[in-house]
């Protein structure tokens, strides 16, 4: 801060200053750091003595904003109009490291002397607005499982939800067949982006414990590598380093605690594990199995309603069969002209064409109390 700001004791005050938990950084009327406390050096990563003096913006502001920082501060300084004092707002921040995260900011103007100085409080809100987007995933996934009308708009609809929301590049189900699993599904943020990886996934089998479908398979959990391109029991590693392919993360989807395929995203970047995001992957994995056991339920009784209207067809087929004869047989009987050996035969034929009957109908009970349980 500078000296002649107004501060009723300074112990006191840089005690406040130090142990605030926002970030205070104090500027010049050149935008040079003149102070900045320690939230400010653990959020940011620049040490108090190397940032004093430097431009903030070379600091915290990422490249693509800095003309416009610049240019907001000449025309206050020329003008007095500074729409962003006084206001919050939400603006993207630069780490030290070089990584970008949201931060929440307020510039206000101190009271002093001469040149105007500024001071700046920032919150970083990446942690709340990433649980946001959580909550948000979670929320569209389960309405789009939902109202999905068959197995492929709920795989591909989660797949886009996930890319869209949580910034990754590509998405794949896996489904499994007996010994291996095959991708079956794939969203790419940047349609054509990947191709060699992309191509690779849809050719390769992955057995159990192979790449990050099998590893979910094997272990019945989310599996998560920080750099695919250089992970061990990795098939597509490959491809993964020229296509831009980083970090991934597999989950398996379960049916009746059996897996029966997985869900895998890729990210450009580098990510460390994050256990809300795998938390949440899970729900939706668990979600989109129930889903599938759902959905094949419909198709196995869509398809035993196929197969009892198959079935009652022909039924009523044979069931018509008898009659012809029992008709025949009974017209004989009724003529006057008929001799006792025709009508015993008549006789013979009616009761034989019964006798089948009662065995058709018997088999019809059989099903009903088989359907019936």
């Given at each position: 801060m500078p000296p002649d700001a107004a501060r009723p004791d300074e112990s006191l005050w840089r005690a406040l200053f130090d142990t605030a938990l926002d970030c205070i950084i104090s500027m010049d009327h050149a935008g040079r750091v003149l102070d900045l406390n320690r939230a400010a050096e653990d959020t940011f990563g620049w040490p108090r003595d190397r940032a004093i003096g430097r431009e903030l913006a070379e600091?915290?502001?990422?490249?693509?904003?800095?003309?416009?920082?610049?240019?907001?501060?000449?025309?206050?300084?020329?003008s007095g109009?500074?729409?962003?004092?006084?206001?919050?707002?939400?603006?993207?921040?630069?780490?030290?490291?070089?990584?970008?995260f949201p931060v929440e900011l307020a510039i206000s103007r101190l009271p002093t002397a001469g040149p105007p100085v500024f001071v700046a409080y920032?919150?970083?809100?990446?942690?709340?607005?990433?649980?946001?987007?959580?909550?948000?995933?979670?929320?569209?996934?389960?309405?789009?499982?939902?109202?999905?009308?068959?197995?492929?708009?709920?795989?591909?609809?989660?797949?886009?939800?996930?890319?869209?929301?949580?910034?990754?590049?590509?998405?794949?189900?896996?489904?499994?067949?007996a010994d291996t699993m095959r991708c079956t599904n794939t969203y790419e943020a940047t349609p054509g982006a990947k191709p060699s990886f992309v191509a690779a996934s849809h050719s390769i089998h992955l057995p159990s414990g192979k790449g990050?479908?099998?590893?979910?398979?094997?272990?019945?959990?989310?599996?998560?590598?920080?750099?695919?391109s250089i992970a061990d029991n990795f098939p597509r590693a490959p491809m993964a380093l020229p296509d831009g392919v980083r970090a991934g993360v597999a989950c398996p989807i379960t049916l009746d605690r059996e897996v029966i395929g997985a869900i895998e995203f890729y990210s450009e970047?580098?990510?460390?594990?994050?256990?809300?995001?795998?938390?949440?992957?899970?729900?939706?994995?668990?979600?989109?199995?129930?889903?599938?056991?759902?959905?094949?339920?419909?198709?196995?009784?869509?398809?035993?309603?196929?197969?009892?209207?198959?079935?009652?067809?022909?039924?009523?087929?044979?069931?018509?069969?008898?009659?012809?004869?029992?008709?025949?047989?009974?017209?004989?009987?009724?003529?006057?002209?008929?001799?006792?050996?025709?009508?015993?035969?008549?006789?013979?034929?009616?009761?034989?064409?019964?006798?089948?009957?009662?065995?058709?109908?018997?088999?019809?009970?059989?099903?009903?109390?088989?359907?019936?349980?």
């Open positions: 600091l915290i502001i990422p490249h693509r904003l800095r003309a416009a920082h610049q240019a907001g501060l000449q025309r206050y300084l020329e109009v500074g729409p962003v004092l006084g206001s919050r707002i939400e603006v993207p921040a630069l780490h030290a490291e070089g990584h970008e920032l919150r970083d809100i990446g942690a709340r607005l990433r649980l946001e987007r959580l909550r948000t995933l979670r929320a569209e996934a389960m309405q789009v499982i939902a109202s999905a009308d068959s197995m492929d708009a709920a795989a591909n609809g989660v797949l886009q939800t996930f890319c869209s929301l949580m910034g990754w590049e590509l998405g794949f189900i896996w489904q499994r067949d990050l479908p099998g590893m979910a398979w094997a272990s019945g959990g989310p599996v998560w590598r920080r750099d695919v970047n580098i990510r460390e594990p994050d256990a809300d995001l795998i938390e949440t992957l899970a729900i939706v994995s668990a979600q989109l199995g129930l889903a599938w056991q759902r959905q094949r339920t419909e198709i196995a009784l869509r398809e035993a309603h196929q197969r009892k209207d198959e079935f009652l067809a022909m039924l009523a087929h044979e069931l018509r069969n008898p009659l012809a004869p029992i008709s025949t047989a009974l017209r004989l009987l009724d003529m006057p002209e008929a001799t006792d050996k025709v009508r015993a035969d008549a006789r013979r034929i009616i009761g034989r064409q019964v006798e089948h009957l009662v065995r058709l109908v018997d088999d019809l009970l059989d099903v009903s109390r088989f359907i019936g349980g």
